[in-house]
């Protein structure tokens, strides 16, 4: 069974920092393109950052110069480090994963929520 947990969200003031991480079960995480989105209230959700098996990354720009995203094979987790953060930053941030060569095998973690005050 393929689970994704996210943890690491929590509340904090504009220009601070969290680090999110995205631990994963059932997966081998180099098998898959992993990505960070996000849901504000009322919103779409948007696309925040992937990065390949081989450490191509892609952010909009949005989040770019201010995000990181990032993988440890050995613990199977991938981390999106996000810095300089702004209250429009604020969201539910899902982990997702896209099998490299099926994307019908594809998944979702659960979400965490990220709240910016200004």
């Known amino acids: 069974q393929v689970q994704l947990v996210e943890s690491g969200g929590g509340s904090v003031q504009a220009g601070g920092s969290l680090r999110l991480s995205c631990a994963a079960s059932?997966?081998?995480?180099?098998?898959?393109?992993m990505g960070w989105y996000r849901q504000a209230p009322g919103k779409q959700r948007e696309f925040v950052a992937s990065?390949?098996?081989?450490?191509?990354?892609i952010y909009p720009d949005s989040v770019k110069g201010r995000f990181i995203i990032s993988t440890d094979d050995t613990e199977n987790t991938v981390y999106l480090r996000m810095n300089s953060l702004k209250p429009e930053d604020t969201a539910v941030y899902y982990c997702n994963a896209v099998h490299k060569t099926n994307s019908r095998n594809e998944y979702w973690g659960q979400g965490t929520q990220v709240t910016v005050s200004s």
């Open positions: 990065i390949t098996s081989r450490g191509f990354t």
């Open positions: 059932g997966i081998i995480l180099r098998l898959y393109n």
